[in-house]
């Protein structure tokens, strides 16, 4: 299970959005020491990242398109972290089960934004990725 991963990877994209800088590596680095992540989920977290980093116009022009509600930009940062982190895993990473990718999605928001948000985020993530909400 990667949950505890993912919640790594939730708090590293999060802090991103309150700067220029992209990523700190100091941050990264004490995360994946005190979350004890493996190997292998330090090499799922690198992934995530590059594929955010790579595709970070691409996935704000699908919220734009898919969140009705509010252009990306208006997005709740912890919201918009969510979904980036479940898009690079719907988009670009076929190992991963798109119903994996949603429920974590669901249960992050539920932990670190709202009920309505994890609604919210589960909604355009299933949109997106073609399926039925979860």
Do not use: W
């Not at 972290?81 to 429920?103: G, Q």
């Amino acid at each position: 299970m990667r949950t505890i991963a993912r919640e790594t990877l939730f708090k590293l994209v999060f802090s991103s959005q309150f700067g220029d800088e992209g990523i700190d590596r100091t941050l990264k680095s004490n995360l994946y020491k005190i979350n004890k992540l493996d190997d292998s989920d330090k090499e799922y977290c690198e992934r995530v990242l590059g594929v955010i980093a790579g595709h970070s116009e691409e996935f704000a022009s699908l919220l734009n398109e898919y969140s009705h509600s509010f252009p990306e930009s208006r997005i709740f940062p912890a919201d918009k972290s969510i979904m980036l982190i479940a898009l690079s895993e719907l988009l670009y990473m076929d190992d991963i089960p798109r119903k994996v990718s949603l429920n974590e999605a669901a249960n992050l928001a539920s932990k670190y934004s709202s009920e309505k948000s994890a609604s919210f985020i589960s909604g355009v993530l299933a949109a997106i990725s073609g399926g039925e909400d979860v």
